[in-house]
Nanobody, 124 residues
Framework: QVQLVESGGGLVQAGGSLRLSCAAS????????MAWFRQAPGKEREFVAA????????YYASSVKGRFTISTDNAKNSVYLQMNSLKPEDTAIYYC?????????????????WGQGTQVTVSS
């Protein structure tokens, strides 16, 4: 079993930055990928960024590429999302997720474990 604990959400002005953290515990040795998804009110959960744990290959949604950076610290068993140049449309609940399969990293159904979500609000 894997537990994911998120932190770092908050309120920021447009153009500001936030760094989200997700600490994983439990059985993580076989973890294939870590990802961040977000869900705004009235919207479906959407892919934001993902990283392969073994080769550290990264993937980004086009809407955040160039502004967000996903990274991992294997020693700390954590994944991070550095969010710069934030826009009001980035406002959402952000979820950390862990995949134990080799499927498409951008697909919601490829992720077995999810964090509780952390609110990110960007004001104009």
């Amino acid at each position: 079993q894997v537990q994911l604990v998120e932190s770092g959400g908050g309120l920021v002005q447009a153009g500001g930055s936030l760094r989200l953290s997700c600490a994983a515990s439990g059985r993580t040795f076989s973890n294939y990928a870590m990802a961040w998804f977000r869900q705004a009110p009235g919207k479906e959960r959407e892919f934001v960024a993902a990283i392969s744990r073994s080769i550290r290959f990264t993937y980004y949604a086009s809407s955040v590429k160039g502004r967000f950076t996903i990274s991992t610290d294997n020693a700390k068993n954590s994944v991070y999302l550095q969010m710069n140049s934030l826009k009001p449309e980035d406002t959402a609940i952000y979820y950390c997720a862990a995949s134990f399969s080799g499927g498409a990293v951008k697909a919601v159904n490829q992720y077995t474990y999810w964090g509780q979500g952390t609110q990110v609000t960007v004001s104009s």
